[in-house]
Nanobody
Framework: QVQLVESGGGLVQAGGSLRLSCAASGRTFSTYAMGWFRQAPGKEREFVAAISWSGGSTYYADSVKAQFTISRDNAKNTVYLQMNSLKPEDTAVYYC?????????????????????WGQGTQVTVSS
């Protein structure tokens, strides 16, 4: 069992930056691929980014590819999402998710059903 706790959300002006963190419990964090998703009010949850167990491969939604960066620190059991040039349309609850696998992340990591565990989410609000 893995427990995930997101942090780092908040209110930011358009054009600003935020770094989200997702801390995982347990001693096997390095055997999990990690993903970030978001859900805006009235919209379906959408994939943002994923990273493999080692950090050696990443996969992004086209909409955030040049704007967000996913990374991880296995020594700290933490995955990060650096978000730059934020826009009002980035406003959403951001969730991290974990999948126990040591393969590269590909487009399959874009499906929420691929993941085994989810955090509770952190709110990001971007004002115009």
């Amino acid at each position: 069992q893995v427990q995930l706790v997101e942090s780092g959300g908040g209110l930011v002006q358009a054009g600003g930056s935020l770094r989200l963190s997702c801390a995982a419990s347990g001693r096997t964090f390095s055997t999990y691929a990690m993903g970030w998703f978001r859900q805006a009010p009235g919209k379906e949850r959408e994939f943002v980014a994923a990273i493999s167990w080692s950090g050696g491969s990443t996969y992004y939604a086209d909409s955030v590819k040049a704007q967000f960066t996913i990374s991880r620190d296995n020594a700290k059991n933490t995955v990060y999402l650096q978000m730059n040039s934020l826009k009002p349309e980035d406003t959403a609850v951001y969730y991290c998710a974990a999948k126990r696998t040591v393969v590269k992340v590909t487009e399959v990591a874009g499906a929420g059903s691929w993941y085994d565990y989810w955090g509770q989410g952190t709110q990001v609000t971007v004002s115009s």
